[in-house]
């Protein structure tokens, strides 16, 4: 069965939601500056609704090293350094910015509750089949079947989503369409 996915902007959030935001959610909440203003301000709304709500939010290790990684980079190349990235890490100007990364994911923990990602049981082999056909994000299917486990409904807003068969709430037009 395939869930349609629901607008998060005008979404009503009960405390018995279960939730999964995606790393492109927490880094519109909690990236760098005009990352993608109108997004920004669409998830940062509903980040405070959920709050309100008291609904829970779920994190698992894939979610903060994407968030970091990603957080990571986008600061490098705003340092417009010339060094590749793994010398830029060994330098001194990286350790403003893994501290500044490192506080903001500590931020993100404080709202979450972890969980595991349910690996040792996961079906690799499928996940590695679908994988070889193209057109698919390894990371997704790892969250989208974490979440289609745990019965968790997905924030992203990532359009890959869009026919994944479990709860998905987003702000991307493409998935509401």
């Given amino acids: 069965m395939v869930n349609k996915p629901l607008s998060i902007a005008n979404y009503e959030f009960q405390p018995e939601d279960e939730l999964f935001l995606d790393a492109n ?6 990236g760098p ?3 993608n203003r109108s997004r920004e301000m669409v998830y940062s709304s ?9 609904s829970s939010i779920h994190i698992d290790v894939l979610i903060v090293s994407e968030f970091i990684n990603t957080h990571t980079r ?19 100007q990286f350790k403003p910015i893994a501290k500044e990364v490192a506080g ?4 993100v923990l404080s709202h979450c509750s972890r969980i595991e990602n349910q690996f040792s049981s ?7 089949d679908e994988y070889a056909k193209g057109g698919t994000d390894f990371n997704d299917q790892v969250i989208g079947n974490l979440c289609k486990c745990k ?3 997905l924030v992203t807003d990532d359009g890959d989503f869009k ?15």
Avoid: P
């Fill in 151 to 153: 019965n968790l409904k």
């Fill in 122 to 128: 996961l079906d690799i082999e499928s996940l590695l």
């Fill in 104 to 107: 903001k994911m500590t931020r």
């Fill in 163 to 177: 026919n994944c068969g479990i709860s998905v709430l987003t702000a991307n037009h493409n998935m509401l369409c």
């Fill in 74 to 92: 986008i600061l490098w190349r705003q340092t417009r350094s010339q060094l590749h990235f793994k010398a830029f890490r060994n330098s001194s």
């Fill in 46 to 54: 509903a980040f405070r609704r959920i709050l309100e709500a008291q």
């Fill in 33 to 35: 500056q005009n990352y």
């Fill in 25 to 30: 959610i927490w880094l519109l909440i909690y």
